[in-house]
């Protein structure tokens, strides 16, 4: 039977293997303990590689890690050792691409005072797992509008006011 392609975790480490963002999908790893074993070793595993112009893949404990970096930014996506290489690739791209759309510098410190947009970046790519978004335009682009002071963006606004107001008309002329 096939299923969704989902993803076990995305990581973004800094070049000592800290963590910058991560985000978990399964409860592979079910404690904090857990999960910071796995990205130590991650990181360690791939610490020696050059994987700066393009993504590497790695079999690690029965799960496939692509990973690339960036400065001093490192990061991966997981899935089990049944998912398809390529479309933990392309979602490693799409967060990568979109991060680099999003920050002016991407770096550690850009990451880390820009905090909530590469989280809305994970949110717009990954839910529950399952695999929503991977073109780094779009994803930037849903990211941006909810960086707006944290609302709508103005059309949108507008549009959301205007049915509004059309269902207050609506009510009052039933309750007539």
């Not at 890690?65 to 089990?80: A, R, S």
Request: glycine share 6%; net charge negative.
């Amino acid at each position: 039977m096939e299923s969704c392609p989902s993803i076990k975790n995305i990581l973004l480490l800094d070049s000592e293997g800290k963590r910058v963002a991560v985000k978990y999908f399964s409860d592979d790893w079910p404690t904090l303990t857990a999960k910071s074993a796995f990205e130590k070793s991650v990181f360690t595993k791939t610490q020696k590689t050059n994987a700066r112009t393009e993504a590497e893949i790695v079999m690690f404990d029965s799960y496939i890690v692509v990973y690339k970096f960036i400065q001093d930014l490192h990061f991966f996506v997981t899935g089990g050792d049944d998912e398809n290489e390529l479309i933990l690739a392309t979602v490693l791209q799409g967060f990568f691409d979109a991060v680099g759309l999003l920050l002016s510098n991407v770096d550690k410190t850009t990451a880390l005072e820009n905090l909530d947009l590469i989280l809305l970046c994970l949110d717009e790519i990954v839910d529950g797992g399952i695999v929503l978004e991977t073109d780094a335009s779009i994803i930037a682009g849903k990211v941006a509008m909810h960086g707006t002071d944290g609302s709508a963006s103005l059309s949108e606004q507008t549009i959301t006011q205007a049915l509004a107001t059309a269902r207050e008309h609506l009510a009052r002329s039933l309750l007539k």
